[in-house]
C-alpha cells in the first residue's frame, strides 16, 4: 500500500536494523506488551514476520512502515481479523520516536483502514491503548476513530495493572471518514 509519504509492506531481512532501532527504545516500548528488545529478540520477530508472509490467506498481517523517499523502515503496522462472522478486526502500530508528531502513523491507520474496509470488507476496526499513551489515542483520534469505553486494570504489563481505553471505527461511518480525511 502506498501513502503520499508511506509504503505499508511486508517485511525483509534487511529490515532488521531500523526495526532495531524502535524496538530497543525504552520510550517508544514504554506502554507495549514487549520491549525494550535486545538484538535477538528483534531478530526473532522479524523472522517471524517472515515465517508469517509464507501464509496466505491470513488472519493477522503485520507490515513494515517505510518512508517513500529515504527508503527507512519507521515503525510497524498490523491488522488482525478477530472474528470473520462479525467482520471484525483489530490493529496496533508502533513507530520511532525521531518520526513522531509528524503524522506517519495516522497515515498509516488511515491506509489500513481503507484497505480493512474496502478490499476486506471487514465492518468493524478497534483497538487499545494504555491511557497514559496520549501520542497514541490522539493518533487514533486522528484516524477517525471513536473512544468507546474505558477499561480500568484490564491489563497487566511490565509488573503493574494499566488501564486502557478502547478505540473503534466502523464501516460507513461517515462522520468518522469526514474528521479523518481533515488531517
Not at 165 to 183: K, M, S, V
Request: proline share 2%; hydrophobic share 40%.
Amino acid at each position: 500500500m502506498q501513502t503520499p509519504r508511506l509504503s505499508l509492506r511486508e517485511f525483509t531481512a534487511d529490515d532488521e536494523n531500523d526495526a532495531h532501532e524502535y524496538a530497543s527504545d525504552v520510550v517508544v516500548t514504554r506502554y507495549t506488551d514487549w520491549g525494550p528488545n535486545t538484538p535477538a529478540q528483534t531478530r526473532d520477530r522479524i523472522n517471524g514476520y517472515l515465517e508469517e508472509q509464507l501464509t496466505w490467506p491470513r488472519d493477522e498481517v503485520s507490515l513494515a512502515v517505510e518512508l517513500r523517499m529515504e527508503r527507512k523502515v519507521i515503525g510497524t503496522i498490523r491488522l488482525s481479523v478477530i472474528d470473520r462472522q462479525t467482520r471484525t478486526a483489530d490493529f496496533g502500530f508502533v513507530i520511532n520516536r525521531r518520526y513522531w508528531n509528524q503524522g506517519y502513523a495516522s497515515e498509516a491507520a488511515r491506509a489500513i483502514f481503507r484497505a480493512a474496509f474496502k478490499m476486506l470488507s471487514l465492518h468493524r476496526l478497534w483497538a487499545t491503548c494504555d491511557i497514559r499513551n496520549v501520542g497514541s489515542w490522539r493518533v487514533l483520534e486522528k484516524a477517525g476513530m471513536r473512544r468507546e469505553a474505558l477499561f480500568r486494570r484490564d491489563v497487566f504489563q511490565k509488573g503493574e495493572w494499566r488501564d486502557s481505553y478502547l478505540y473503534a471505527r466502523i464501516e460507513g461511518d461517515e462522520a468518522l471518514t469526514r474528521n479523518a480525511a481533515l488531517t
